[in-house]
């Protein structure tokens, strides 16, 4: 793990009192005499003393420089605390964490809510990576193979206002499933793209081909991506003669796939290659049925989104979590995931960019849908093919119809019935 920022004197709020015996609670709760602990977290004093753990007690500081834990001991409980707000990817640290949990442990995961966060000082925030509310805490524990057993609040309790969050969770037994992957990646003048996409591609599940589509390019993208094809066995190359957008690429993909799971990727990489095994795993571990990646929730990359992007994502996130009664915090993140059953049932190219194709097939076939949070990056070379107005314009229409189709008509129905 690589250092983290500079390590902070002190991380709580100005009533530290009141703050350190909330979290002691919460510890003396889940952990009885002689059971051993892994603490994780962030330049903070201890607050396991008063436990007396002793020799059953080791931690991990992540401001400092650390190297994996060395030892194959399993803990009874880790401690996650103090630590969500400044480590770069949270999941990674609870999968690296759970490498280290017995079979019937417990994790007791605690942050800050994001709604107290202007109680910091300002030079303590500055050091933050981000605030996640406990919704999505949930989800990414989640997604790192953990079962959540109680969340709740503190300071005070049962309230949403409570100035902690926590969670606790024990590991998932069940073996995850083994499915093969068809990996579809339309593009449309990626040439500069396409050869560093096809080669970070990860291998995921019993088999991984990979599908460029080449959305009638006027550049060398086809040309490139077949020459390809000598160096990986699993890349089958898809020409369309006409531009159509990414939706009715994405179904040319599909018609050429022979995985069992669908994961679409865009070519310029904004959504990482190392985070696309996530998407797998909603679904292999059976998190849900469609997985939609979500750019809300982590601290974006230099200038990957335009403050406006943000603004209307976000709205729009709201919006259609109400219209299909399933959370979505991001409908226009380009890389999502779902069985290919399913989506060959989804009927695609009604819209050019084939998001909302995808999101209302699923809440027509009453899919799950697993948020996955991802880290958006820059865009590596090329230019984006979104125009903001005239595309906000299109979502606002998705959004009306989206309340016809899913709100208006089912009350109209009811009350004519």
Not at 179 to 196: A, F, G, K, L, R
Not at 230 to 235: A, E, F, S, V
Not at 258 to 268: F, H, V, Y
Request: net charge positive; hydrophobic share 40%; charged share 30%.
């Amino acid at each position: 793990m690589k250092k983290l920022n500079k390590r902070p004197n002190n991380f709580r709020p100005k009533n530290k009192s009141f703050y350190s015996t909330s979290l002691k609670s919460l510890y003396k709760a889940h952990i009885t005499e002689g059971e051993s602990v892994l603490e994780f977290s962030y330049g903070i004093e201890n607050v396991l003393d008063d436990l007396n753990l002793k020799k059953n007690h080791a931690r991990i500081d992540i401001s400092r420089k650390v190297k994996p834990l060395k030892t194959r001991t399993k803990f009874d409980r880790i401690i996650i605390h103090n630590l969500v707000e400044y480590v770069f990817d949270v999941q990674l640290i609870i999968e690296r964490a759970r490498r280290h949990i017995k079979s019937d442990g417990l994790l007791i995961l605690s942050s800050i809510n994001p709604l107290w966060k202007t109680s910091f000082k300002p030079e303590i925030r500055k050091n933050w990576q981000h605030t996640i509310s406990l919704k999505h805490l949930i989800s990414i524990v989640k997604l790192a193979g953990f079962q959540i057993e109680k969340s709740g609040y503190l300071m005070p309790k049962l309230s949403k206002l409570g100035a902690i969050q926590y969670l606790v969770a024990k590991p998932l037994t069940a073996m995850k499933k083994d499915p093969s992957v068809s990996i579809v990646i339309p593009c449309y003048n990626e040439e500069d793209n396409v050869v560093e996409t096809v080669k970070q591609a990860p291998k995921l599940g019993r088999f991984t081909e990979i599908i460029v589509v080449d959305d009638a390019s006027k550049d060398k993208t086809k040309e490139v991506a077949e020459s390809l094809r000598k160096k990986y066995k699993n890349l089958k190359v898809v020409s369309r003669k006409l531009n159509g957008g990414k939706g009715p690429a994405v179904k040319s993909g599909i018609d050429a796939a022979k995985g069992d799971i669908l994961i679409i990727w865009d070519a310029d990489r904004t959504v990482p290659a190392s985070e696309l095994y996530r998407f797998y795993d909603a679904l292999a571990l059976g998190l849900g049925q469609f997985s939609n990646g979500t750019r809300m929730i982590y601290r974006m990359e230099g200038e990957a989104m335009r403050p406006l992007h943000v603004l209307g994502n976000t709205v729009f996130g709201w919006l259609f979590s109400w219209i299909f009664s399933n959370g979505i915090s991001d409908t226009l993140c380009g890389t999502k995931a779902l069985f290919m059953k399913d989506a060959r049932k989804i009927e695609m190219g009604k819209e050019r960019w084939g998001d909302f194709d995808l999101l209302f097939g699923a809440a027509r076939l009453g899919l799950k849908i697993a948020e996955v949070p991802i880290h958006y990056k820059s865009r590596v070379a090329g230019e984006s093919k979104m125009r903001t107005f005239n595309y906000g314009f299109k979502v606002g229409k998705m959004a009306l119809s989206g309340m016809i189709e899913f709100k208006i008509k089912p009350i109209l129905k009811t009350l004519v019935s």
